[in-house]
């Protein structure tokens, strides 16, 4: 039997992190077995469901890299995939059950019902709809309907018994029939409910396994009667915990970002991405953490998902993506970079080849310090924003000092004779320096590299010199100030 699984969102939001492990798991499963993803959208919910809300699920989907092998934008050979084009095949199976006397009309006005709710809760019992319409025959139910009057249609069930199923995640589930009552199968508007409509999709379309979120776990009885009452064979079922936050509430947007259009706008890639929501709820083997979509798929086992809750740590997911930039070439950090650089004003709208070269050098001088490419944009600062004036009080009081002051001057008077330097130069005048003044270690480097950067931290002298001097040759939007001009501005500053 070749596995057939999918990913079955409402276009009411945008795809946060619960679902879009969800998809993942689903679409592993599938790529790991050599079975069938499918994307097939529920948006019978009228008054919610938008067309911007899907476009934006797809590209979501899209950018993380998961693909479907049948879909609403692709096809395939048991669409429609949407369920607002699917509203005459539910109707010709509602119109089979209310004939076998399966399922009924159900005239109960929304406030005959709330009544009802609030009745059972009084006495203590569980609220479930009584049955009240049950005894109304199918002639005398479509006569009033004639008459126009609205009417829902719902499932006909035992008041006793129980309904159990094997979950692939917790084992056996069994839920008591005295608590469910007839669930609803078509709204009074017409519209199928959502256990209704769910069930005679995945039985068209030879759904095998259900991998889903627990919170569709009450739902599932319900579903199980309905399969019961069609005589189809239901698929295997898998509940996934809940993505939970540090404080073991619901990952809300309290906790940061929860959409994956936010993660992508933060900076994060999509193959880490991937890789932590892999890792919520599901333990690879030998402790491995960090993983690419290939190995994921070679790995990925739904007998070691956890039914405990699922922490989203969004410092763990930052070491990750710190993990997967390493593994980018140069050329690779410098485009994923460029657009946040640009946007700053650092980088030109058209870059040379001269450019690129230089970017990627800074990067890999930076990027050690960063977990994502959008904090690049402030440690680029230190090459095109020289402002002795913006100094902090640390870096303001090296080269006040008296030392400070003295290794500065010697400095600008070796600068003085050249043109441009580089590293090895460097060193020449620092020795010189050392001979002149007998100043070393923190009161020798502390003083000239502040005299470079404005700052008393930052990237390695090494790195730095090479990479002001080359880039103050190339046309930037903000010019950078060579090393002798940097120096020259200190002393004026003094």
Known sequence: MKIRVRFAPSPTGYLHVGNARTALFNWLFARQKGGVFILRVEDTDIERSLQEYEEALISALKWLGLDWDEGPDIGGDYGPYRQSERLEIYD?????????GKAYYCFCSPEELEEERKRALAQGRMPKYSGKCRKITLDEA?????????????????????IKFNDMVRGEVVFSLEGIGDPVLVRSNG???????????????????????????????????????????????????????????????RHGATSIEQFREEG?????????????????????????????????????????????????????????????????????????????????????SEHWKWLEKAIEGLITNVDRFPQLVKEFSIFFNFSPDDMGQEAKDIIKSEEG???????????????????????????????????KGKKLYHPLRVALTARASGLELNQFIPLVEEGSQLDFPLKIKNCKERVKEILKYL
């Open 142 to 162: 479509l006569q009033r309907i004639k008459k126009g009057e609205k009417a829902a249609v719902r499932l006909r069930t035992p008041d006793v018994g129980e």
């Open 405 to 439: 002051r003295e290794v500065i001057k010697y400095f600008y008077e070796e600068l003085s004779k050249l043109n441009n330097i580089d590293y090895e130069t460097f060193i020449r005048i620092v020795e010189s320096i050392k001979k002149k003044s007998g100043f």
């Open 268 to 352: 994060y890639l999509a193959s880490a991405l991937i890789n932590y929501l892999a890792l919520l709820g599901w333990a690879p083997p030998e402790g491995r953490e960090v993983l690419t979509v290939e190995e994921l798929i070679e790995l990925f086992d739904l007998n070691r998902v956890s039914k405990s809750s699922a922490i989203f740590d969004y410092d763990k997911l930052n070491w990750i993506n710190r993990q997967h930039i390493k593994r980018l070439t140069s050329r690779e950090k410098a485009e994923r970079a460029y657009p946040y650089l640009k946007k700053a004003g650092y980088l030109p709208d058209k870059m040379t």
């Open 92 to 100: 010709e199976y509602t119109k089979k059950l209310l004939e076998e």
């Open 191 to 253: 519209l199928p409910s959502y256990n209704y409509a769910v069930v005679i999709d995945d039985h068209l379309m030879r759904i095998t396994h259900v991998i889903r979120g627990e919170d569709h776990v009450s739902n599932t009885p319900r579903q199980l009667l309905v399969y019961r009452a069609f005589n189809f064979k239901p698929p295997n079922f898998a509940h996934l915990s809940m993505v939970m936050g540090k404080d073991n509430t619901r990952l809300s947007k």
